[in-house]
Nanobody, 120 residues
Framework: QVQLVESGGGMVHAGESLRLSCQASGFSFINWYISWVRQAPGKGLEWVSDIDNTGTGTYIDSVKDRFTLSRDNANGRVVLQMNNLQPEDTARYYC??????????????RGQGTQVTVSS
């Protein structure tokens, strides 16, 4: 079954950290960029970061120097390490098969998401 399954969300205070995982299955993981996107309450989906098959990540400005994306090609897993979380990071986070351009095109495989809530 082709799927992405996210885990690792939770409720934290500002300044704390969370580690999100995305487990892929059913497709050739190494051939795909993987993105994280998020949806804050009352807002649309926002691309956050992607990683290519060599492990090079790109990020939106608001999370640079706080978030780090890594991947384990052997096990089909991507990890988003989120440090110094802020209330504006509160959102449901989704793993997407494909990079930023794929996300912007609007057709992609996406997981069910994991909730991140940051209190001040």
């Amino acid at each position: 079954q082709v799927q992405l399954v996210e885990s690792g969300g939770g409720m934290v205070h500002a300044g704390e950290s969370l580690r999100l995982s995305c487990q892929a299955s059913g497709f050739s993981f190494i051939n795909w960029y993987i993105s994280w996107v998020r949806q804050a309450p009352g807002k649309g989906l926002e691309w956050v970061s992607d990683i290519d098959n060599t492990g090079t990540g790109t990020y939106i400005d608001s999370v640079k120097d706080r978030f780090t994306l890594s991947r384990d090609n052997a096990n089909g897993r991507v990890v988003l390490q989120m440090n110094n979380l802020q209330p504006e990071d509160t959102a449901r986070y989704y793993c997407v098969r494909g990079g930023r351009n794929t996300f912007l095109q609007g057709t992609y495989l996406r997981g069910q998401g994991t909730q991140v809530t940051v209190s001040s």
